[in-house]
């Protein structure tokens, strides 16, 4: 029987500097009301000079390899999912890799923009499963201040800054049910235009800004989460009365609703922090996991759901008992 990849610890990164909606409409055309009435955003972080992608994926990693009791030396793999890296190469994972100290094993960046996460769950899940590697920091880092378009306030203030991680260990396969039970990743490139950035290093003077159809990717959020997270239960032969926590994507609070009577999930079942963090991308969903983690809320044992949703599209789920 494979070894189960167990959700050892759970760290997170919030830069101190929080902008509230007022503070917002200050400089963009906007009004605190419309935010939350059409997001239940109320604040984010956003990021200092000094906090990028790597620097907060550390700071994540460390808290999380610290709540496992476990140290640089059991860390034989980092996945980084973050779509604003410090720089093209070398990955944002290895320099996490020098700064905690860690010697052994791979390291490297995983672009699937706000579904991150997710997938870089499943591909360590794999990892471990296959017998890879036995300790594997998965993190979500994210700067998106750094490339919002401040003029289009149809997206400049739906997003935040933040780095979430879990550090996954090789359980003992028979004997535990804790761990990763599934995880299903999807994708559809088709809808590449609805949400994207339009430039990157590869592009001459075009370093890029966020650009979204946010009606369309809204649409299309509602659809194929809820139907990600069927496709969860039915793989697991449960229902959602199983599921004693949500952990979704934070993107906007209409569409965590949606999900939550979707699967007819009372709403004080499904973390939210979208109002504190805003939509953090691929840290989205560690970010609130350690949030409800933390706080005592989701506790050893409890069957966990994650999923997410981003440019591409991407989209997948991930089911844990912790
Ligand atoms: O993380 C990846 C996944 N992302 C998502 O899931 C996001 C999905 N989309 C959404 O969450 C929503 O579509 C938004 C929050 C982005 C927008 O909400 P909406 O209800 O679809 O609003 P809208 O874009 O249709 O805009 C409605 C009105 C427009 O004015 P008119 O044309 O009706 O006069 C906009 O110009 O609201 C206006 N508007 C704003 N007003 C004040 C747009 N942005 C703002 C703003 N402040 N920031």
């Known amino acids: 029987m494979p070894p189960r990849s167990i959700l050892a610890g ?18 963009v055309d906007t009004t605190d009301a419309w935010i939350r009435e059409r997001t239940g955003i109320q604040q984010r972080h956003f990021a200092a000079p000094h906090e990028t992608a790597v620097f907060m994926a550390t700071e994540s990693a460390r808290a999380a390899l610290a709540d496992a009791g476990a140290q640089a030396s059991d860390v034989d793999g980092i996945i980084v999912a973050t779509s604003t890296p410090d720089q093209a190469f070398p990955a944002t994972a290895v320099r996490v890799q020098a700064a905690l100290g860690a010697t052994k094993g791979f390291g490297f960046d995983l672009a699937a923009a706000c579904a991150g996460f997710v997938y870089g769950l499943s591909v360590a899940d794999c990892m471990i499963k296959c017998g890879q590697a036995k300790g594997v920091l998965v ?17 400049c203030v739906l997003f935040g800054d933040g780095a979430g991680a879990v550090f996954l260990r090789a359980g003992e396969g028979a004997g535990s049910d804790r761990g990763i039970l599934s995880t299903h990743l999807h994708a559809q490139g ?87 963090h805003a939509n953090t991308s691929a840290a989205s ?13 989701i506790k050893r044992g409890d069957l966990v759901l994650l999923e997410a949703l981003g440019g591409g599209l991407v989209w997948g789920s991930a089911l844990v008992r912790m």
């Open 285 to 297: 969903v560690p970010l609130a996991l350690h949030d409800a983690w933390k706080d005592g809320r």
């Open 190 to 276: 088709t809808l590449g235009d609805i949400l994207y950035v339009d430039g990157a290093v590869g592009q001459p003077d075009k370093p890029g800004h966020l650009v979204m159809h946010g009606k369309e990717v809204f649409r299309h959020a509602v659809t194929r989460l809820a139907e990600a997270v069927q496709e969860a239960l039915a793989a697991n032969h449960l229902t959602a009365a199983d599921i004693d926590w949500l952990v979704p994507h934070q993107a906007n609070r209409r569409i965590i609703d949606a999900m939550g009577r979707k699967l007819g999930l009372p709403i004080d079942r499904v973390v939210i922090t979208v109002d504190r």
């Open 139 to 155: 993190i979500g880092s994210e700067v998106y201040s750094r490339i919002l378009n401040w003029a289009d306030r149809g997206t």
């Open 10 to 27: 759970i760290g997170a990164y919030l830069p101190q500097r929080i902008v509230s909606n007022d503070e917002l409409a200050r400089t």
